[in-house]
């Protein structure tokens, strides 16, 4: 590493890029949407009205909201054995450019961040002819789940990387916020307007992708760029 010219004491660093999954790399919307429809069926409630509170609620609280009367534990087994079904099953798409940039990254330089599992996000990336990273912290690393900032501060620890040499990709509010609040520079996607508090947003992934490689092409010298 070389010091920043004309600032003696300073060094630049590699840059990171930590990347949530569905909804940002992969358009599982269809399927979480038939996942949720399945699980509203076998406990006999409306699917629509169902989807509507698990968009803003994590499993547990949309379990309490919509089935206060079943065992929580017992609702996400089901959930659970759901989305395993669809993994397996389940058609999947990435969106255009997530291909070409993950592969176009180099190794050791990205991680997943995600609030599904391990397994079924690797199922995924097989089933689109992703690259997998190193790292990938899921729910079951952390106990604090987004938009706690700690999934986020958890994938820089793995990667040896300083939260202010972290760009965060992500599409939703609960994600933004985790990784503005472990200090990282945010970048939106997927979504017609910005999410409140992104450093830049694009409406696709495709256009942020020679953004997002010449972010981690260029050293850091510290601080949320």
């Given at each position: 590493?070389?010091?920043?010219?004309?600032?003696?004491?300073?060094?630049d660093?590699?840059?990171?890029?930590?990347?949530?999954?569905?909804?940002?790399?992969?358009?599982?919307?269809?399927?979480?949407?038939?996942?949720?429809?399945?699980?509203?069926?076998?406990?006999?409630?409306?699917?629509?009205?169902?989807?509507?509170?698990?968009?803003?609620?994590?499993?547990?609280?949309?379990?309490?909201?919509v089935?206060?009367?079943?065992?929580?534990?017992?609702?996400?087994?089901?959930?659970?054995?759901?989305?395993?079904?669809?993994?397996r099953?389940?058609?999947?798409?990435?969106?255009?450019?997530?291909s070409?940039?993950?592969?176009?990254?180099?190794?050791?330089?990205?991680?997943?961040?995600?609030?599904?599992?391990?397994?079924?996000?690797?199922?995924?990336?097989?089933?689109?002819g992703?690259?997998?990273?190193?790292?990938?912290?899921?729910a079951?690393?952390?106990?604090?789940?987004?938009?706690?900032?700690?999934?986020?501060?958890?994938?820089?620890?793995?990667?040896g990387?300083?939260?202010?040499?972290?760009?965060?990709?992500?599409?939703?509010?609960s994600?933004?916020?985790?990784?503005?609040?472990a200090?990282?520079?945010v970048?939106?996607?997927?979504?017609?307007?910005?999410?409140?508090?992104t450093?830049?947003?694009?409406?696709?992934?495709?256009?942020?992708?020679?953004?997002?490689?010449?972010?981690?092409?260029?050293?850091?010298?510290?601080?949320?760029?």
């Amino acid at each position: 590493m070389t010091s920043e010219p004309g600032r003696p004491g300073r060094t630049d660093r590699k840059r990171y890029v930590l990347f949530d999954v569905d909804g940002t790399l992969i358009d599982a919307v269809s399927n979480q949407r038939r996942v949720w429809a399945s699980w509203a069926e076998r406990y006999g409630l409306d699917a629509d009205e169902v989807y509507q509170v698990a968009l803003r609620t994590r499993p547990m609280e949309t379990f309490a909201q919509v089935a206060a009367d079943h065992d929580p534990r017992e609702c996400l087994a089901v959930l659970h054995a759901l989305e395993d079904d669809d993994v397996r099953s389940g058609v999947y798409t990435a969106f255009d450019g997530a291909s070409e940039l993950l592969h176009g990254l180099p190794s050791g330089a990205w991680a997943l961040v995600t609030s599904n599992y391990e397994h079924r996000v690797r199922g995924r990336f097989l089933r689109t002819g992703l690259p997998v990273p190193d790292v990938i912290v899921d729910a079951a690393a952390v106990d604090e789940g987004k938009p706690s900032p700690v999934p986020y501060v958890r994938a820089a620890a793995e990667l040896g990387a300083e939260p202010g040499d972290c760009l965060v990709i992500e599409d939703a509010p609960s994600g933004v916020r985790s990784g503005l609040s472990a200090g990282m520079t945010v970048w939106g996607v997927n979504a017609a307007t910005a999410v409140e508090g992104t450093h830049r947003h694009f409406t696709e992934l495709r256009e942020a992708v020679p953004h997002i490689l010449a972010f981690v092409s260029r050293p850091s010298v510290g601080g949320v760029g």
